[in-house]
């Protein structure tokens, strides 16, 4: 989905995860209206990311362990998504890889680029395994051309 900035493309992704209602119309999802949808069924079917993704001060694996609760401490879960989110590689170079502190409110939390927390956040989208609706908004904007490539490659 294109458009200009302010056109209302974050917008329409709150509505279709059910963030947001909307006044007038209404959106089906295999037939049945989002709001006649029980949250917690509809919710584990999505998987997202958002343009504003959180930068939670936990640890690496915690951070992306919290995109899908059930399996908040689940390190091989957390390892599948961060393959799928192409955030391996850079986890593995981190001192204490998936258990590094994150953010600056700890004396030994490391702070990240702003490519490298994205993704991580992606990589929480990817915890979701059982959903079959990904959304993702502008999810490589801050990362370099060639993780953006292969990242969009993977997703096709
Ligand atoms: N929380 C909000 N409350 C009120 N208005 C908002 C809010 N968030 C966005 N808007 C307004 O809604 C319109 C659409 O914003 P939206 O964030 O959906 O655009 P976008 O297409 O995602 O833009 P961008 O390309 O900059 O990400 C804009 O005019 C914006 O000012
Ligand atoms: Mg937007």
């Not at 390190?75 to 593995?92: C, L, N, P, Q, T």
Request: charged share 30%; aromatic share 10%.
């Amino acid at each position: 989905l294109v458009g200009q900035n302010g056109s209302g493309k974050t917008t329409l992704i709150k509505l279709l995860t059910r963030l947001y209602a909307p006044d007038r119309g209404r959106i089906l999802l295999d037939g049945t209206d989002l709001r006649e949808w029980d949250e917690a069924t509809l919710l584990q079917r999505i998987g997202v990311i958002f343009q504003d993704f959180a930068r939670y001060q936990m640890r690496v694996g915690e951070n992306v362990g919290v995109g899908d609760v059930g399996h908040f401490e689940d390190e091989a879960r957390w390892r599948d998504a961060s393959d799928k989110g192409m955030a391996s590689d850079f986890i593995d170079s981190l001192p204490a890889g998936f258990h590094t502190q994150l953010g600056k409110w700890f004396n030994d939390g490391r702070e990240l680029s702003g490519g490298q927390w994205q993704k991580i956040a992606l990589a929480r989208a990817f915890m979701r395994s059982r959903a079959d609706i990904l959304v993702l908004d502008e999810p490589t904007a801050a990362m370099d051309a060639q993780a953006e490539a292969t990242i969009f490659e993977h997703f096709r």
